[in-house]
Structures are given as C-alpha cells and as structure tokens.
C-alpha cells in the first residue's frame, strides 16, 4: 500500500470511530479521547494480508480502537481533576459503553477467537496497572515494563491473532512505549503531575526524587527503546514509508526534549 493510501484509511477509520463512539449525552459533559492515528495504522498494517472484506477489516480496527477508547475513559476516573461524583460516574458509563459497542462489532462477525484476545490482552492491562500502583522502591524496570504492555497489549495481541511475526510485534511495543515516554517527558517539563508521574515517583522512595532525576530516568528508557526502533526498521524493510515518517518525526520531538530545560521564572 501506498503512503496516500494508508493515510487516507487512517482518516476513513478515525472519522468511523469518532462517529461510531458520539452518543449526545456523553458529548455535554465527558471529553471525548483523542484518537490515536498511530494505533490505526498499526492495526491496520496488521491485517494487510488478511483474506477478509474491507468492511470486516474497518470493522476490525474499529472494534479494537473502541476497546482502547473503553479503557482510556476509565483510567480518566482516577483523574484528581475530577471532583465532581457524576462526572466520575458518566466516565464509567461511557467506559462502559465503549466496551459494549467493541464487543458488538465484533460479534456481529463472530469473531469469538479475536473477542477472547482482545479480553485477555484488557485483563492484562488491568492486572499491569495493579503493578503499577503497587510499584516501590528500586522497582523502575518492572515499572517501565508495565508501561509497556499497557501501551502495546491490545495492539500486539490483535496482530497476533493475525499471524504477525514476533519482530513487528516488537516494533509495535517499542514505538508505543517510546511514544508515551516522550509524551511523559514533555508533562515533566510542563510541571504536569499526572499518575504516571507520581507512580515513578514511588520506585524512588524513600528518597523524594527530583523532576530531573525522572527525567533523566525516562530519557535513559526512550534512549534504548529509540535504539532498538532503528534496528528492527533495518530487520523489517518492507514496512509502509508512512512509518518512517512517524519515527522520524519521534526523533525530531526525542532531540527537542533532549534540549537543557528552560526554568520558569
């Protein structure tokens, strides 16, 4: 497939999803998640050889983004933003409905196979989050590893189902894991502690660590992860340019991170 051709299925299926998870309740008072263009192309790629009908691959992808919807939405309850019982409560229920609509789509295929991938990867990232939150200290490279496959999962077991290789699963876990760290530095920067952030901060402890020091603890993961990404784009040549293209664009934004912090005065 051609670069305009995978960018084009990119916007087609993100104009799907977004129509597919509006409900007019939901839209007055929950922030819909931003959908992530990398993910589709992913899923995408993944089923490139499939022998199956453009309808049913869309469906595919939709089904698995709307599950990643269901997921992020609920993480977004343990938000301390949110002060406000009913918005925690339309959190859940759109959560909730996010599942239900993933599962439908699949069902009406009855895909039962690829309905059990996908529930065991979000038992896994349930049971990754639980690590997470229960992280001490010395526990950073269990931490990261958590991460991951809290990233990557859903992801690598849809492509799984499909018969990828290993390898590109590999690729799909370390792009994703590269993405969130870099997305994380950047919250660092901006003075934003999120639950990433304070969850970090417990492998520290006792000792209180410095931003700089968390900083300089993800820049040495996004290091790594962005050495092992250059090295399976030589193992893997006929990706699509497309992806590339993001992972330069990923280097361009890993090199603007690297640069000496401005302190706000």
């Given at each position: ?31 819909p998640s931003v959908i992530d263009e ?78 059990k991938d996908l529930a065991d990867a ?144």
């Open positions: 497939m051609a670069v305009f051709d995978y960018e084009q299925q990119i916007h087609n299926l993100k104009k799907r999803v977004e129509k597919k998870s509006f409900h007019p309740y939901f839209s007055q008072y929950v922030k990398d993910r589709i192309l992913f899923l995408a790629y993944s089923l490139r050889n499939a022998d199956i009908s453009t309808e049913e691959m869309d469906t595919y992808i939709s089904a698995a983004m709307l599950a990643h919807y269901a997921i992020d939405m609920h993480e977004k309850v343990t938000e301390r933003e949110l002060t406000s019982v009913k918005e925690k409560q339309l959190k859940v229920l759109a959560g909730d409905y996010y599942s239900g609509l993933y599962y439908s789509l699949l069902a009406g295929y009855q895909n039962i196979e690829l309905i979000i038992k896994i990232i349930n049971e990754q989050k639980i690590n997470i939150f229960q992280m001490g200290e010395g526990n950073s490279h269990l931490f990261m590893n958590s991460i991951k496959q809290v990233e990557s999962i859903l992801l690598t077991k849809f492509s799984g189902h499909f018969n990828q290789s290993c390898l590109y699963n590999e690729l799909i876990e370390e792009f994703l894991f590269l993405k969130k760290l870099l997305n994380e530095i950047k919250m660092m920067k901006l003075g934003k502690k999120n639950l990433f952030f304070k969850s970090l901060e417990n492998c520290f402890l006792p000792h209180v660590p410095t931003i700089t020091e968390l900083e300089s603890l993800c820049f040495k993961y996004a290091t790594e992860s962005k050495k092992k990404l250059e090295d399976m784009m030589i193992s893997l040549p006929n990706l699509p340019s497309i992806v590339e293209t993001r992972l330069n664009q990923m280097n361009s934004h890993y090199i603007d991170l690297s640069s000496p912090r401005v302190e706000e005065r």
